[in-house]
C-alpha cells in the first residue's frame, strides 16, 4: 500500500488527520525513506505547525541530503518564520540539487528582495516571470524589481502584462503611472493613476501621485 500516495490525496481533500495517519504508516514502514518526513513535514507546515514542520525537515535532510523538495519545503518554512536569510539558503541548495520550478526561483528572488538585494534578486525573478508567466503577483515583483534599478521600460512592460491579466490590480496601475511620470508622459501616468483610484478609491499613493502631477 502506498500510504505517500494516501497522504497527499487526503491532504488535497483537506483530511489532514487521514494524512498524518498515512505518512506516519509510511514513516514506519521505512523510517530510512525521506519521502514521507517531507510530506509530513509539509502538512505540518500547512496547518502553521512550524516547529514540528522544521523538526521533520531537518530529518529527511539527514537521510537525504540530496532531497531537494526538503530545501524548498524548509524554504517556505523560514519565510513564514519571515527568517529570510535562512529561507534563501534553503532555496539556494535546493536550486543547486538541480530542482526548476517558477515558485522556487520567485520565492528565492522574494527572499532576497526582504534581505533588501533586489540587484541578486532579479535573475531569479525574471526566471520566475518566465516559468509562470500567468502569475500576475509574478510579473508584479519582477516590474518593481526593475523600477528598482531604474529600467523602467521594461518595468512598464511587466506592469502592463501585470494588468492584462489582472484588471482589478491597483499597484500596478500606481507603478505605471509612476514609470510614466519618470518619463515625463504626465498624461498617460494620470491615465494610469486614475486607473488605480478607479479600482480602490482608497490607495493613498495614487491619490498623492495624482495631487503632485496635476500641480506641475
Not at 36 to 50: D, K, Q, R
Not at 93 to 114: C, H, P
Not at 119 to 143: I, N
Request: charged fraction near 25%; include cysteine; glycine fraction near 4%.
Amino acid at each position: 500500500m502506498d500510504y505517500n500516495k494516501i497522504g497527499i490525496e487526503a491532504m488535497q481533500k483537506g483530511d489532514y488527520e487521514a494524512a498524518a495517519n498515512a505518512f506516519t504508516q509510511a514513516i514506519e514502514e521505512d523510517h530510512t525513506n525521506a519521502i514521507p518526513y517531507i510530506n509530513f513535514a509539509n502538512l505540518l507546515a500547512s496547518v502553521n505547525e512550524l516547529d514540528r514542520a522544521q523538526i521533520f525537515y531537518e530529518k529527511a535532510i539527514s537521510l537525504d541530503e540530496g532531497a531537494a523538495s526538503a530545501y524548498y519545503g524548509a524554504g517556505n518554512l523560514f519565510v513564514m518564520k519571515e527568517s529570510y536569510s535562512e529561507a534563501k539558503d534553503m532555496f539556494e541548495k535546493a536550486l543547486r540539487l538541480g530542482m526548476e520550478n517558477g515558485d522556487l526561483y520567485y520565492m528565492l528572488g522574494t527572499s532576497l528582495i526582504q534581505l533588501e538585494q533586489p540587484r541578486l534578486a532579479m535573475p531569479y525573478l525574471q526566471r520566475a516571470s518566465e516559468l509562470l508567466e500567468d502569475d500576475p503577483e509574478v510579473l508584479f515583483q519582477y516590474g518593481l524589481c526593475l523600477a528598482n534599478e531604474q529600467l523602467l521600460n521594461e518595468a512598464v512592460s511587466q506592469f502592463t502584462k501585470v494588468i492584462e491579466l489582472d484588471p482589478s490590480h491597483s499597484d500596478a496601475y500606481y507603478n505605471l503611472g509612476v514609470a510614466y511620470a519618470y518619463q515625463e508622459n504626465k498624461e498617460k501616468a494620470l491615465e494610469m493613476l486614475n486607473q488605480a483610484i478607479e479600482v480602490n478609491p482608497e490607495h493613498m499613493l495614487a491619490l498623492h501621485a495624482k495631487s503632485l502631477i496635476e500641480q506641475q
